[in-house]
């Protein structure tokens, strides 16, 4: 496998599993980013050349379908490459497997690299010279379709927090898959004994800091099965996140 496809071994450690002894959906994501974090830097564009330079990778998006999860103390493989890179966003997309190899998942992603001081994106071809893009692996297949639009029509917020401490990640906001955690215990537990999450989209619209007060909205379609959410700063009615899960059988 070139440079331009990574491929890194994760351990699904028993603090991570749910009552069902599967991975957690925001800690799958969390590896995936991990992956994506290691990646970056063994191409020379990785979070330490970036912080030298004032800037920072931040997730926009992302699309992530599962047929089965890792299970309690079972190492797993994560396989990442950059898609597309356009000015100001780039595509990067995963492949999960078990430790047998066989394929349990694909993701795909949408990043900006923003100026830490400004928190406005950056043209991508001013990093190294243009670096990323000697790292494309357009010809890698993930075949699964891209993050879409997400609508919720909530208009009551069904709980509302706070973002702590252990909320705030390096790059100073509320990280990712915290909003990930907040929406999965709006879920009825029931739904989550019985099913799995199949297919799970989430967009970034803008940050959240400490302390903020975040109001979570929640809606059900019945005729999709779709799980729809979308979190507001309370003070300001401005959106941080939107996201919908969709739900399939125990298999």
């Given at each position: 496998?070139?440079?331009?496809?990574?491929?890194?071994?994760?351990?699904?450690?028993?603090?991570?599993?749910?009552?069902?002894?599967r991975l957690m959906l925001n800690h799958l994501g969390n590896q995936l980013l991990n992956a994506a974090g290691i990646h970056a830097a063994e191409c020379g564009f990785g979070m330490n050349f970036l912080n030298k330079n004032h800037y920072t990778w931040v997730l926009s998006r992302?699309?992530?379908?599962?047929?089965?999860?890792?299970?309690?103390?079972?190492?797993?493989?994560?396989?990442?490459?950059?898609?597309?890179?356009?000015?100001f966003f780039s595509?990067?997309?995963?492949i999960i497997r078990n430790m047998n190899g066989?394929?349990?998942?694909?993701?795909?992603?949408?990043?900006?690299?923003?100026?830490?001081?400004?928190?406005n994106p950056v043209n991508l071809a001013n990093l190294g010279d243009g670096i990323i893009y000697d790292y494309l692996a357009a010809e890698q297949e993930c075949p699964i379709d891209g993050p879409s639009k997400i609508n919720i029509k909530a208009k009551t917020p069904v709980q509302s927090s706070s973002v702590q401490y252990t909320d705030v990640d390096i790059n100073g906001h509320c990280n990712s898959m915290h909003y990930i955690e907040r929406m999965l215990n709006l879920i009825s537990i029931?739904?989550?004994?019985t099913r799995r999450v199949k297919r799970f989209e989430i967009s970034y619209h803008s940050e959240a800091l400490y302390g903020d007060l975040l109001d979570n909205y929640y809606?059900?379609?019945i005729s999709d099965n779709k799980h729809l959410f979308e979190i507001?700063?309370?003070?300001?009615?401005?959106?941080?996140?939107?996201a919908k899960f969709f739900f399939g059988e125990i298999e």
């Open positions: 496998m070139s440079l331009n496809v990574g491929s890194y071994k994760f351990l699904a450690e028993s603090s991570q599993m749910d009552f069902a002894g992302l699309a992530l379908e599962c047929s089965e999860y890792p299970t309690q103390n079972e190492w797993f493989y994560i396989d990442t490459w950059l898609e597309n890179v356009m000015n595509k990067r997309n995963f066989k394929i349990i998942g694909y993701a795909r992603s949408v990043w900006s690299m923003i100026d830490m001081s400004s928190r029931d739904l989550l004994k809606e059900l379609d507001r700063k309370h003070l300001t009615n401005e959106v941080t996140c939107k």
